[in-house]
T-cell receptor, first 113, second 112 residues
Framework: NAGVTQTPKFQVLKTGQSMTLQCAQD?????MSWYRQDPGMGLRLIHY???????DQGEVPNGYNVSRSTTEDFPLRLLSAAPSQTSVYFC????????????FGAGTRLSVL | SQKIEQNSEALNIQEGKTATLTCNYT??????LQWYRQDPGRGPVFLLL?????KEKRKERLKVTFDTTLKQSLFHITASQPADSATYLC???????????FGAGTRLAVHP
């Protein structure tokens, strides 16, 4: 099992560019989430999904879109990148119910110039 | 608003000593708390979960306590080793979907 796989690992964008961060999991988890991690702050929830076709906003959703067409994949789209979106992005998945234990990918480090 | 606070200063200890990290929560009463380990350039990895009706939980050299009166969880690593050096994150469940609120983490450095 690969677990949660994120691509790319690093990305540099110019202000206004768009891009998609990819996330895939092979654990057949229903729940998937996107977080961003900034220095001195905890992981903050951007968007989450409780199953294919179902997504909802988290704490900091502005400037990001998500979709969930399959159980395995949960891409995060930056519509028009801004310097404030410079961060490390983590995708996570978990089983339905249970103890809400999150399985994280290795992260994507994004810089917006 | 609901908050999780961890000591932002790095904790430096000598190998073999017990490391104790603190997690405080405010403005709510989570049903359980979780602790994760994060190494540089990696995603967090789950370590332990403790429920509000449990005073203490152990796993090998790790011990977690949950004090609902003090609104605090303590995370202990006994007989610490340099390989324990990492950032440790506390997280607590909040609201619908069982969302987790994470603290900013405390960096632990264990010196030989």
């Amino acid at each position: 099992n690969a677990g949660v796989t994120q691509t790319p690992k690093f990305q540099v964008l110019k202000t206004g560019q768009s891009m998609t961060l990819q996330c895939a999991q092979d654990m057949n988890h229903e729940y998937m989430s996107w977080y961003r991690q900034d220095p001195g702050m905890g992981l903050r929830l951007i968007h989450y999904s409780v199953g294919a076709g179902i997504t909802d906003q988290g704490e900091v959703p502005n400037g990001y879109n998500v979709s969930r067409s399959t159980t395995e994949d949960f891409p995060l789209r930056l519509l028009s990148a801004a310097p404030s979106q410079t961060s490390v992005y983590f995708c996570a998945s978990r089983e339905q119910g249970g103890k809400n234990i999150q399985y994280f990918g290795a992260g994507t480090r994004l810089s917006v110039l | 608003s609901q908050k999780i606070e961890q000591n932002s200063e790095a904790l430096n200890i000598q190998e073999g000593k017990t490391a104790t990290l603190t997690c405080n929560y405010t403005n709510y009463s989570p049903a359980y708390l979780q602790w994760y380990r994060q190494d540089p350039g990696r995603g967090p990895v789950f370590l332990l979960l403790i429920r509000e009706n449990e005073k203490e939980k152990r796993k090998e050299r790790l011990k977690v306590t949950f004090d609902t009166t003090l609104k605090q969880s303590l995370f202990h690593i006994t007989a610490s080793q340099p390989a324990d050096s990492a950032t440790y994150l506390c997280a607590a469940i909040s609201g619908g979907y069982n969302k987790l609120i994470f603290g900013a983490g405390t960096r632990l450095a264990v010196h030989p």
